[in-house]
């Protein structure tokens, strides 16, 4: 779907919530349409038998998106599973504004991530619903670039084995070892996160370390839910609920600084960061028309690349291997002679 026709409903999103802990939530400079659903419960009853069961009027809500959503994912995945996971999320989403709610499910879409808890999420957040990828989400994206073959994300605790040194060359520059008997809390308090990736010819990228205290300073810099959550007591942040996974994920965000990686990861940082700060992610999310046309250059580009290099190869053939003229042998010429000397010749024959 054309990102023109989120248009209005991108709006919608950015619209003024309700102020939270002293802060209120970003408005945008333009004004809702007149009578336009506060809620995705409302805007689902709207068109539904009002003695409905609320949860399936939201899936109806759906319904009426579902072909949008089925265009917007990318064609290597299948649509069935996607729409599952958003069935499944939807119903906590009712109190959200109906435009947000449209924004992150396409914001998902898009990137190919499905909102199940394990690549991604979308939560709701102070009447807004919000896409959250995970740190497999990244790893994923990560893969898809095709310069990837495996990314390592991990955690170092104090009685594990260790060594750290940036000067060195890899992989010698970073080892963990732990020991798979020991529970997280026998291994004692963690101390930092790590990433890294193995590119697809075999080397090694540099090691990403965050230790506690940046973690946290990550957070109250650019966490708006961890700042609402703090600032009206719930302490229901995903920084308060699961901050491990949050600790992690840092660490595999951080690796797109020394990673070479594909446009798509490091639009699925600006998307993130968008949701971090109550802004629209769906802008920063890859047209599928677009990604598709990217990823036909890449299978051409790659072709090209295999093509160069059996040229190269072929020139650089060992010299025995080439044809090369027979040495010691000379290519004899006809000896030149006269009228009078062919004579005498034949004189002599008879003779």
């Not at 205290?213 to 920084?239: L, M, P, T, V």
Request: proline content about 7%; some cysteine; glycine content about 6%.
């Amino acid at each position: 779907m054309a990102l023109s026709t989120l248009k209005d409903r991108v709006r919608a999103a950015t619209q003024q919530a309700p102020a939270l802990g002293g802060r209120p939530a970003p408005a945008s400079t333009e004004e809702a349409p007149h009578g336009a659903p506060a809620t995705l419960e409302e805007a689902a009853a709207t068109v539904e038998d009002p003695v409905q069961d609320s949860a399936d009027a939201v899936l109806d809500w759906l319904r009426r998106y579902e072909g949008h959503v089925t265009d917007a994912l990318p064609s290597h995945m299948a649509a069935g599973p996607f729409l599952a996971a958003v069935r499944n999320v939807l119903p906590e989403l009712r109190s959200c504004n109906p435009a947000s709610v449209l924004q992150a499910t396409m914001t998902a879409a898009r990137f190919g991530l499905v909102p199940d808890g394990r690549e991604a999420v979308i939560t709701a957040e102070y009447g807004r619903a919000v896409f959250i990828p995970t740190y497999r989400g990244y790893i994923a994206l990560m893969h898809r670039s095709g310069l990837v073959a495996s990314v390592r994300v991990g955690m170092v605790y104090e009685r594990d084995e260790y060594t750290y040194e940036p000067s060195a060359p890899s992989p010698l520059d970073f080892t963990h070892r732990q020991d798979p008997a020991l529970t997280d809390d026998q291994r004692g308090a963690p101390l930092f996160s790590y990433a890294f990736a193995w590119f697809t010819n075999g080397s090694r990228s540099q090691v990403v370390t965050v230790n506690r205290e940046e973690a946290e300073a990550i957070r109250d810099e650019h966490s708006r839910a961890y700042q609402e959550a703090e600032a009206n007591g719930k302490r229901d942040s995903f920084w308060h609920t699961d901050f491990p996974a949050m600790w992690w994920k840092t660490a595999a965000r951080q690796l797109e600084k020394v990673v070479p990686v594909s446009a798509e990861v490091r639009a699925l940082v600006e998307a993130d960061r968008a949701g971090e700060d109550g802004r629209v992610q769906v802008l920063h999310a890859p047209d599928p028309e677009a990604a598709s046309v990217d990823q036909e250059d890449a299978v051409l580009e790659a072709g090209a690349d295999r093509a160069t290099e059996a040229a190269e190869a072929s020139q650089d053939q060992a010299p025995a291997d080439l044809p090369r003229k027979r040495g010691g042998l000379k290519r004899t010429q006809p000896r030149r002679t006269t009228r009078k000397g062919r004579k005498a010749a034949r004189a002599g024959r008879r003779a």
